[in-house]
């Protein structure tokens, strides 16, 4: 029997950078073959231990391009591209995130192509983790590297499907990219396959942190919903089968939605220990030392015990969301939506005393009087005897004075015209500037464990994606009630009262109020940016920040999908075919 190589071989032919040898993901394909159970684990942990690097730029590329955070200026970092759209194939970022994913790809076919089924329960359940992790990151190469499936996936091209070290990798002529649609196909098949092996608990209190059969169902809900066409035109045998695994997943009763005071502090927990938590990329504190955490997924959002640089924040449109049905009080720590918790704001003290500020945003005009921006602004207020309120304020040295108009004096949200235009906002407490933006601290990737640190495990699969993916389903299948069931599901356990009524949730509002909530329970979670395209929407990013807000992004823009790092195509054995650099 060959001798199996593993990622080392593989990587000479599907990847481009330098591999580093790991030589104890390497056996003997004798040794595999008589004591498979034996060696299953060395293997397959070779294959979880990628995901760890790849899950960095997986998460970067897929929620940076989103509009639920801002940055606070432009960066030399190689992330930027992501939130600016000025994509380049020579980003770093997005080589390891194609690297490690096909380093994956390769081991797990190998092992797939060594180790015959029907041995054991136990080798089946290991053999279909090999399948979901090959299928998983098949769809997540493809929806980034390939166009939304809407968009023609017969003709446009997904990823290179290379299943397994050829016999001569040397001399080997790799096939170039497959279509999105084969693409898709590979990822199902994989997963399918996946789901039918699975059939052992082999992880006992561990079931989030490795693959699962409902895990594979998880992922199969996804994969036909970005397949189910957009709400306009909708493919209803897609949307089925999106809504038929979502509620696999549901029904299996292995997992349960948390209670609202226990999903605010949800960030807070292992993984293994959050019942929702369906798969995970597990990562653990002895992972990380010193100046390490700065750069975990949280440490841009935050600084927390002294790490992170905190350079990332909630974006305005974001918060808007959370304040929409009842003004968030963070000040005092009271949440009408519970997903607020997830935001910290950090308040400017002066000794022991905080300052009131009316905080609102205005428009920024060039010298042609286009608007090119959205700026923060905070003035100080003070309440008068007789119940008004006003702003005084100097400017060019000239003293001016604001009357604020109250719109909802108990939620405190006035109104104040300024520079000839009128503009809501709220009354709070001055907060930190970043260069000139408020610090909105998100620590929803932060915290694992409950200490003051910026540990995180990204997170694959929920169940609270389950509900929305069967309700956005259900909404394309014309299936309105049903719908709004499942949303009211998440919305009640983030909002007390919360839920829609059949008045508000109709035909004509289902895919705004589906799409909000997705957005609102999923943020940061690299999720929103793929949603906005795979339905044709446009992205809008009207807050302020540095990322050209008057800019919109449609779902047929070139820019919507990465270029292949040129690296890859450089090193690659065959034709590996560029995405388009243009409209």
């Known amino acids: 029997m060959k001798k199996i190589y593993m990622l080392l071989v593989a990587a000479a032919t599907l990847v481009s950078c330098s591999v580093e040898r790991h030589p104890e993901y390497m056996m003997d394909g004798d040794k595999v073959s008589h004591d498979v159970e034996g060696t299953f684990p060395t293997l397959l942990n070779g294959c979880y231990g990628y995901l760890k690097t790849w899950s960095d730029p997986m998460y970067r590329c897929g929620e940076y391009a989103g509009d639920n955070m801002m940055i606070r200026g432009t960066s030399t970092d190689a992330f930027y591209e992501f939130i600016s759209y000025s994509r380049t194939p020579n980003n770093y970022r997005l080589q390891n995130f194609w690297d490690y994913s096909y380093k994956v790809i390769a081991q797990t076919s190998n092992i797939i192509k060594s180790t015959a089924e029907g041995q054991s329960t136990t080798t089946d359940t290991q053999l279909g983790e090999c399948y979901y992790l090959r299928g998983m990151l098949y769809f997540y190469l493809c929806r980034a590297y390939g166009r939304p499936y809407t968009q023609n996936p017969e003709t446009h091209l997904g990823v290179p499907i290379v299943n397994g070290t050829p016999d001569d990798p040397a001399n080997a ?17 994989d997963l399918e396959k996946a789901a039918s092996l699975m059939t052992e608990e082999i992880h006992p209190g561990e079931k989030c942190i490795f693959a699962s059969k ?12 970005y397949m189910s066409g957009t709400y306009d035109s909708p493919n209803a045998t897609f949307a089925k089968k999106s809504a038929e695994y979502a509620t696999k997943v549901i029904n299996s009763g292995k997992f349960s939605l948390l209670s609202r005071e226990d999903y605010g502090k949800s960030n807070m927990l292992d993984p293994e220990n ?10 653990v504190e002895s992972e990380y030392s010193g100046w390490d955490y700065y750069y975990t997924i949280g440490g841009m959002y935050s600084n927390i015990g002294g790490m992170g640089w905190g350079e990332m924040y909630a974006s305005a449109k974001y918060l808007d969301l959370l304040n929409e049905t009842g003004q968030n009080n963070w000040f005092k720590k009271e949440y009408t939506d519970i997903r607020a918790k997830f935001i910290e704001p950090q308040y400017r003290q002066e000794g022991n005393a905080y300052t009131p500020v009316f905080r609102f945003i205005k428009k920024v005009f060039d010298s042609n009087g286009t608007q090119v921006n959205f700026n923060y602004v905070q003035f100080r207020y003070t309440k008068h005897s007789d119940g008004t309120i006003t702003c005084d304020t100097t400017e060019n040295k000239v003293k001016k004075s604001y009357l604020l108009t109250p719109i909802n004096a108990a939620q405190r949200l006035y109104s104040i015209t300024y520079d000839g235009n009128t503009y809501q906002g709220v009354l709070d407490y001055e907060m930190k500037l970043n260069r000139v933006y408020p610090m909105f601290y998100v620590v929803k990737c932060s915290r694992q464990g409950g200490g003051e640190n910026q540990l995180y495990s990204p997170i694959i699969s929920r169940l609270d994606e389950m509900y929305l993916n069967r309700a956005e389903a259900n909404v394309k299948l014309g299936q309105i009630s049903a719908a709004m069931t499942d949303v009211n599901t998440i919305r009640s356990r983030a909002i007390i009262g919360g839920a829609y009524t059949a008045t508000q949730f109709t035909a004509a509002t289902a895919k705004a109020l589906v799409d909000k909530e997705r957005q609102l329970e999923l943020a940061f979670q690299a999720e929103r940016s793929y949603d906005v395209f795979r339905n044709g929407d446009v992205l809008t990013r009207r807050f302020p920040g540095p990322h050209k807000p008057m800019v919109d992004v449609p779902a047929t823009d070139y820019r919507v999908v990465y270029f292949i790092p040129q690296s890859a195509i450089n090193a690659y054995n065959g034709t590996l075919t560029q995405n388009p650099t243009s409209n």
């Open 214 to 225: 409902e895990a594979a169902w998880a992922m199969l809900s996804r994969i036909y919903l």
């Open 274 to 283: 959050n019942s929702e938590n369906i798969f995970v990329v597990k990562r």
């Open 173 to 189: 002529q790799l096939p170039d990219r497959a279509t999105v649609k084969e693409t898709y196909a590979q990822a199902i098949s």
